[in-house]
């Protein structure tokens, strides 16, 4: 399953926030798709600690697309 933040027509921190509360509740398997017109950098020094990879895209409308998934392995 996939889990969508369309975070374009919000203001910092609250995509940031909303994203990272998403992620508490991320299930095995799920990846969150987190949608800017920027590019969250702020977000990427919290995810590699973490545990999350990531992958990002820019899309022809000028939004920054970010996948994020757990890469931490099973949960225990």
Known sequence: MTRVIDGRGMEPP???????????????GEELVLLLFCRPQPLFDI???????WSER???????????????????
Do not use: F, K, M
């Not at 609250?14 to 095995?28: F, S």
């Not at 995810?47 to 990879?53: A, D, H, Q, S």
């Not at 939004?63 to 099973?74: A, F, H, L, Q, W």
């Open 14 to 28: 609250e995509p940031l926030q909303l994203c990272l509360q998403a992620l508490e509740g991320l299930a095995e």
């Open 47 to 53: 995810l590699g600690p973490r545990g999350y990879g």
């Open 58 to 76: 820019q899309l022809p409308d000028g939004t920054n697309e970010v996948r994020i998934r757990d890469s931490r392995g099973p949960h225990g």
